[in-house]
């Protein structure tokens, strides 16, 4: 059989170098490969080892399935100067936005190679490094039941973007599935628009939303084209109308996101990951809307991070985990965050929960090299109905009000233990809004510093359970206001040690009783109570050592207002008939 009688055979390979292609990373082969293209109905196109000069976008069709030599071996590079999409699917510019996936092409892949941007004329971080081209994303897609499996670097928009939308219908599936590796994009990494429920089963991909190196300096955002006012993220997982865009994903790892977050989920977005690591970025993971699924392993490590080589002011830091995904969805997550070295102070908390139904198992840690901890609150919950477990080592707060627990929302359970508190409150529950109410908080605080408090109480929830044991060097027990005393819904259990005295919500004192007959007697407690109590938490009773007939008791009373040292009690007796044998005098104070 002829080449040419073979290229006519329904599901044969072609080569794209019997077209004319020579792979020589000189020679423009946009021509002859869309040619081997073109030539078959469904089938394989296959792509020897050889860089191959693109610079006009290649047509993916239903059924063809372009297959390189390996990564690394079978590179197309997007020529200089060309501005344009690498991959692109048939009638994309049709579809996008508006179009039916039941019209769209199907049953397609794109596998075993290297995709060169041409963005950068040299690394990332190379001061002499100018911009190639400005446009250009390596693969483009309005389809469904595709395979991807691509190495991308260096490339001017983004690696992948995708859609799927429209009926679905009984007719199909439309699972597909994705791997992508590689690095450097001068806009978002991923932009997933669906189709839905397809898997993304192996991500790695860093340095995002980058320019040249000398224009960073002084550049305050890295705008993206999809999303006005928004900066550029790893991933963007966009379910919000008309877009589907939710996903499962095995493992993915995002690095060096310079202006955003290293994946953000946008509408009623369902995400499900069984391993998901943003690292190195100016932020971690944003959930919004009505974000909602399950995140087994969820790692963010040395985020924070301004962009390489950015000298101004307007850019900081954003938070590892953001939670703010309405009222109705949750998320559950277990996560590590970790900030070190690279990580600048934070003006926004690590942990940021403004939505409601979240529950969250975390471990956070700063610095454990040994060096200053990096200044940032670790969790502020200002939603609903979350629950939270923590552990927590060398955190130190920033701002205005640094704190390792801020509470101000309603109805939510936190329990957790801290290693290591500088400068800090342990737990700041703020009722400013009357919103913090019906809180169930358990914590365990060791090593406060002298510059930290073990709880400042702002405002008095309507209800409240607080339990709390902490042990420091020199720190400050209580700062703010204390619990309304009637009626007692706000229930506080905290004992907190200084090294030296501890004080405590719940203490007990006793003295023998003067029993001298007529005279008015005062015994002076010198308590460690939290706060300065009002008189009416304090209960005072006699216990007899014997029979106390014919004692006869005037007067019993707290003398005047209970001090932030002493609490005074005074009493007579009006008839004593054995002074040997006499009662001790008990004071509870809680």
Same mark, same amino acid.
């Given at each position: 059989?002829?080449?040419?009688?073979?290229?006519?055979?329904?599901?044969?390979?072609?080569? *794209?170098?019997?077209?004319?292609?020579?792979?020589?990373?000189?020679?423009?082969?946009?021509?002859?490969?869309?040619?081997?293209?073109?030539?078959?109905?469904?089938?394989?196109?296959?792509?020897?080892?050889?860089?191959? /000069?693109?610079?006009?976008?290649?047509?993916?069709?239903?059924?063809?399935?372009?297959?390189?030599?390996?990564?690394?071996?079978?590179?197309?590079?997007?020529?200089?100067?060309? @501005?344009?999409?690498?991959?692109?699917?048939?009638?994309?510019?049709?579809?996008?936005?508006?179009?039916?996936?039941? @019209?769209?092409?199907?049953?397609?892949?794109?596998?075993?190679?290297?995709?060169?941007?041409?963005?950068?004329?040299?690394?990332?971080?190379?001061?002499?490094?100018?911009?190639?081209?400005?446009?250009?994303?390596?693969?483009?897609?309005?389809?469904?039941?595709?395979?991807?499996?691509?190495?991308? @670097?260096?490339?001017?928009?983004?690696?992948?973007?995708?859609?799927? %939308?429209?009926?679905?219908?009984?007719?199909?599936?439309?699972?597909?599935?994705?791997?992508?590796?590689?690095?450097?994009?001068?806009?978002?990494?991923?932009?997933?628009?669906?189709?839905?429920?397809?898997?993304?089963?192996?991500?790695?991909?860093?340095?995002?939303? *980058?320019?040249?190196?000398?224009?960073?300096?002084?550049?305050?955002?890295?705008?993206?084209?999809?999303?006005?006012?928004?900066?550029?993220?790893?991933?963007?997982?966009?379910?919000?109308?008309?877009?589907?865009?939710?996903?499962?994903?095995?493992?993915?790892?995002?690095?060096?996101?310079?202006?955003?977050?290293?994946?953000?989920?946008?509408?009623?977005? %369902?995400?499900?990951?069984?391993?998901?690591?943003?690292?190195?970025?100016?932020?971690?993971?944003?959930?919004?809307?009505?974000?909602?699924?399950?995140?087994?392993?969820?790692?963010?490590?040395?985020?924070?991070?301004?962009?390489?080589?950015?000298?101004?002011?307007?850019?900081?830091?954003?938070?590892?985990?953001?939670?703010?995904?309405?009222?109705?969805?949750?998320?559950?997550?277990?996560?590590?965050?970790?900030?070190?070295?690279?990580?600048?102070?934070?003006?926004?908390?690590?942990?940021?929960?403004?939505?409601?139904?979240?529950?969250?198992?975390?471990?956070?840690?700063?610095?454990?090299?040994?060096?200053?901890?990096?200044?940032?609150?670790?969790?502020?919950?200002?939603?609903?109905?979350?629950?939270?477990?923590?552990?927590?080592?060398?955190?130190?707060?920033?701002?205005?009000?640094?704190?390792?627990?801020?509470?101000?929302? $309603?109805?939510? %359970?936190?329990?957790?233990?801290?290693?290591? *508190?500088?400068?800090?409150?342990?737990?700041?529950?703020?009722?400013?809004?009357?919103?913090?109410?019906?809180? /169930?908080?358990?914590?365990?605080?060791?090593?406060?510093?002298?510059?930290?408090?073990?709880?400042?109480?702002?405002?008095? $929830?309507?209800?409240?359970?607080?339990?709390?044991?902490?042990?420091?060097?020199?720190?400050?027990?209580?700062?703010?206001? =204390?619990?309304?005393?009637?009626?007692?819904?706000?229930?506080?259990?905290?004992?907190?040690?200084?090294?030296?005295?501890?004080?405590?919500?719940?203490?007990?004192?006793?003295?023998?009783?003067?029993?001298?007959?007529?005279?008015?007697?005062?015994?002076?407690?010198?308590?460690?109570?939290?706060?300065?109590?009002?008189?009416?938490?304090?209960?005072?009773?006699?216990?007899?050592? =014997?029979?106390?007939?014919?004692?006869?008791?005037?007067?019993?009373?707290?003398?005047?207002?209970?001090?932030?040292?002493?609490?005074?009690?005074?009493?007579?007796?009006? =008839?004593?008939?054995?002074?040997?044998?006499?009662?001790?005098?008990?004071?509870?104070?809680?």
């Amino acid at each position: 059989i002829t080449k040419n009688t073979n290229r006519m055979t329904d599901g044969a390979a072609v080569n *794209v170098l019997d077209f004319g292609a020579v792979g020589d990373g000189v020679a423009d082969d946009t021509v002859a490969i869309q040619a081997a293209i073109d030539s078959i109905i469904s089938g394989e196109v296959l792509y020897p080892a050889g860089t191959y /000069m693109v610079s006009s976008p290649l047509v993916v069709k239903t059924g063809h399935h372009n297959i390189g030599q390996g990564k690394g071996a079978t590179i197309l590079t997007q020529a200089i100067g060309a @501005n344009t999409d690498i991959f692109k699917t048939e009638d994309f510019d049709a579809l996008t936005g508006v179009g039916d996936i039941m @019209n769209a092409p199907h049953s397609f892949s794109i596998t075993a190679m290297s995709i060169e941007g041409n963005y950068l004329s040299g690394s990332w971080d190379d001061p002499a490094a100018v911009i190639n081209n400005t446009l250009g994303t390596a693969i483009k897609l309005f389809g469904s039941r595709y395979t991807i499996d691509v190495e991308v @670097n260096n490339i001017p928009e983004n690696a992948l973007y995708t859609e799927g %939308r429209g009926d679905y219908g009984e007719r199909t599936d439309h699972a597909s599935f994705i791997k992508l590796y590689g690095r450097t994009s001068g806009r978002e990494g991923i932009v997933f628009r669906g189709p839905g429920d397809i898997v993304l089963e192996q991500i790695v991909f860093g340095v995002i939303g *980058v320019l040249n190196y000398s224009a960073m300096a002084n550049h305050d955002i890295q705008e993206s084209l999809y999303y006005p006012g928004e900066p550029c993220s790893g991933i963007v997982l966009d379910d919000d109308g008309p877009y589907n865009g939710h996903a499962e994903i095995g493992f993915a790892h995002i690095y060096a996101v310079a202006y955003g977050y290293g994946v953000v989920t946008k509408g009623v977005n %369902r995400l499900n990951a069984a391993h998901l690591v943003c690292e190195n970025s100016r932020g971690g993971l944003h959930c919004s809307d009505g974000a909602n699924g399950v995140i087994s392993i969820l790692e963010l490590r040395a985020n924070g991070r301004q962009p390489g080589g950015y000298v101004g002011s307007q850019n900081k830091g954003l938070e590892d985990l953001l939670l703010d995904n309405g009222q109705v969805w949750g998320m559950n997550i277990t996560t590590k965050v970790y900030r070190y070295g690279s990580s600048n102070n934070s003006e926004v908390p690590l942990v940021d929960i403004r939505g409601d139904n979240n529950s969250v198992k975390l471990w956070c840690e700063s610095a454990l090299d040994g060096s200053a901890p990096i200044e940032a609150n670790m969790l502020h919950i200002t939603g609903s109905n979350n629950d939270v477990d923590f552990n927590a080592k060398r955190i130190k707060g920033h701002g205005a009000s640094p704190a390792v627990v801020t509470i101000s929302g $309603p109805g939510n %359970r936190v329990k957790g233990n801290v290693n290591g *508190v500088y400068g800090s409150a342990l737990l700041l529950r703020d009722d400013t809004s009357n919103e913090a109410d019906n809180n /169930m908080v358990e914590i365990v605080g060791s090593g406060l510093d002298s510059g930290s408090t073990s709880i400042i109480s702002i405002g008095t $929830p309507f209800q409240e359970n607080i339990k709390m044991q902490v042990t420091g060097n020199g720190q400050t027990h209580f700062s703010g206001s =204390a619990p309304t005393v009637l009626p007692r819904r706000q229930k506080w259990d905290i004992s907190s040690n200084d090294g030296t005295i501890t004080k405590s919500t719940g203490e007990y004192y006793k003295a023998n009783m003067n029993m001298t007959v007529g005279i008015t007697h005062t015994e002076v407690f010198n308590h460690d109570f939290l706060y300065t109590p009002d008189y009416s938490q304090c209960e005072y009773a006699i216990r007899a050592a =014997a029979d106390q007939s014919g004692n006869i008791l005037e007067t019993l009373h707290i003398q005047g207002t209970p001090s932030d040292t002493q609490i005074l009690v005074s009493y007579k007796w009006a =008839a004593v008939a054995n002074p040997s044998q006499y009662p001790v005098l008990i004071l509870h104070v809680s």
